[in-house]
């Protein structure tokens, strides 16, 4: 069997730590590097009912874009970031994130979530090496691009403003991403797709002439997770790789 160090230089080779850009802090963040894994549940984000789940499994280990520990933790006591890195302590869980390497890394977060809305990669949004430009073999209308998005991403709504334009060249950054909205001009984008949008970045898309569209945090990030559970269940046959069941889309629409 496998121990945690060796799926996290798997891990590492998937999405170089080097990617990471400076204010995060991806990595192999809890646990022992030689406890053998026989089960491992793969996350988008670790949350206290993502910790049961795994637990429930008997997983040795969680794998997650999201980092479990991101601010600096002054104490171990229940609730917030510090108590989920204590209850993985005590149920032995280890845990290993990949964030914004994820993010960046050829195959990672980014070329998934384009390649998932029609387009292919030809090149990063931002000078960070952050979200992907392509173009749709086809324009298409925004009303049927909409809902080509909600299908694909699994979205219970999407935010968005009107540019007035068919989609064909299309920008798109997984998470929080409306800081790069005039990356996506420059780049001659109709359309960009990202989450997190403020009221006053809509205003600036619509005074731009863009179509801006928010297919939430989750909903845009989440696509990475069974493809980079199939890379692992590849290199690691003997694991039992799992998707967690229990995580989902946090915001509704009423």
Do not use: W
């Not at 993010?103 to 070329?111: F, K, L, S, W």
């Not at 960070?128 to 991403?153: I, Y």
Request: charged residues 20%.
């Amino acid at each position: 069997m496998p121990n945690i160090q060796e799926i996290y230089n798997e891990l590492c080779r998937i999405a170089p730590p080097e990617l990471q850009l400076g204010f995060d802090n991806a990595g192999f963040l809890i646990g022992h590097a030689e406890r053998e894994v026989r089960c491992a549940l793969v996350s988008l984000d670790i949350t206290t009912p993502v910790i049961e789940e795994a637990a429930a499994l008997g997983a040795e280990l969680i794998v997650a874009h999201h980092p479990v520990i991101f601010r600096g933790i002054k104490s171990l006591r229940p609730g917030g970031e510090a108590g989920r890195a204590l209850l993985l302590a005590e149920k032995g869980i280890g845990a290993i994130c990949m964030h914004t390497n994820l993010d960046i890394a050829a195959g990672g977060v980014n070329d998934v979530l384009i390649r998932l809305l029609g387009a292919e990669p030809e090149e990063a949004l931002d000078a960070d090496g952050c979200g992907r430009v392509g173009t749709l073999p086809e324009a298409l209308p925004l009303e049927g691009f909409l809902a080509l998005c909600k299908k694909r991403l699994h979205a219970n709504g999407l935010r968005y403003v009107s540019g007035g334009r068919p989609v064909h060249r299309l920008a798109v950054m997984g998470g929080a991403g409306a800081d790069a909205l005039e990356y996506a001009v420059l780049k001659g984008c109709d359309t960009y797709v990202t989450s997190d949008i403020k009221y006053h970045v809509f205003l600036e898309a619509a005074e731009m002439g863009i179509n801006f569209i928010d297919a939430d945090h989750f909903c845009t990030e989440n696509p990475v997770i069974p493809v980079l559970t199939q890379r692992l269940r590849e290199a690691f046959p003997t694991v039992d790789f799992r998707i967690s069941q229990v995580h989902g889309q946090t915001a509704r629409f009423f």
